[in-house]
Structures are given as structure tokens and as C-alpha cells.
């Protein structure tokens, strides 16, 4: 019975520093689980804001070529200078000497182009038009290449019935910035920018 009495003495005290034990444990697996959380709800809501201004960019790259296809004479004129705000030429490498298609600048948000859209207003679009930049990088002259200009009506007519021709296609460079900011208070330097770029042809 003495040595029962003695045994168990020994183990007083076990169970509350057991429970303290696993309390630790407990506690360094939820604040770890917590900062996993934090961490993948901020990736996730980064990564929809990058697809949020691709989508934002590629719109501007839609409502270029709409431009594009309305206008009837499409003649380069002056560089840009300090015209745009936050879709900067510097994002694009190979343009050495721009000289804008017309002039034209576009920047809008999208709120601007899907009525009652409220949270749109906060992603924008800005782009411009160039002819295709040449090896140099410059664009003040066009680069055209020889289109058929076959037309046709009914195959039962044989393989002579084909109206041959050619036209003259010139090549035009969309350059379109998405922002994750209206386009009054977008910053080249302080918001996500995503940049795209398009090359179209047009037959004259």
C-alpha cells in the first residue's frame, strides 16, 4: 500500500501539464492554419485583380479594332508625349519612335461601357494605335503586304468562279494597359498594370 501511496504521489500534477501541452500545440496549429488562410485569401483576391485588368486591357483591345474598322483614313501623327496616363510606351520594348494612329488615345472605365456595374468604375483601360513598329522600332511608315482578293457566288460554276484580285493590307499595332483603378486616378507605379498587345491587318 506505501508504495501505491508513493507511485501516485509521483504522478500528481501529469494531467494539468499535459493539457497545458496540448493547449500549445492547439494554439500554434490554429495561429499556423490562420496564417495559411490570410496568406491564399490574399493570392487568391491578387489574382483576381490581375484578371480583372486583363480583362480590363483586352477590352481596350476590342474597342480598338471597333475603332479601327469605323475610321477611313488611318494616317500616323504625333508621338504621344505625356498624352497617356498610365499605359506608358516604356511597357513596350520594341517601340523606339512611336507616332500615333491619328492621335488617338482611349482610356474609359468599364462602368463607362456596361451600364449599372457599379464595382466596374474601379478597372479601367487605356490604349493607342500605331502602324507595326519596323526592326528599329519606329512607326511613321506602314508595312503593307499583298492580299487575294478573290471573290465568289455559287462552286457549281466550276473552278473559274472566282472573281481573282489583290488588295493591299496594312498592319496596325494595338497597345492596351489594363488598371485596377479608375482612369482619373490609375498610376503606372502604384497600381496593377497588365499590358497587351495586338497586331491586325486591315485590306484598303
Known sequence: MLLNCKKRKKEKGFAIALALLMLVAM???GATLMVVAAGDHKRN???NIKQQTFYAAETGISEA?????SETSLAPG???GNNLS???TSFFPELSNPKLIKDKIEKKDLSELISGETKLSDYSYEYFVTYTPDQNGNTQTAKT???SGATGGDVSQGTTYKNTGASTATFYNIYSCGCDANKTSCNSESNVI????STITLVN
Open 194 to 197: 497588365t499590358i497587351l498587345q
Open 78 to 80: 504625333s508621338g504621344p
Open 65 to 69: 479594332k471597333k475603332w479601327l474598322a
Open 145 to 147: 503586304s499583298t492580299v
Open 27 to 29: 494554439s500554434l496549429m
Open 86 to 88: 498610365f499605359c506608358k
Open 45 to 47: 483576391g491578387n489574382l
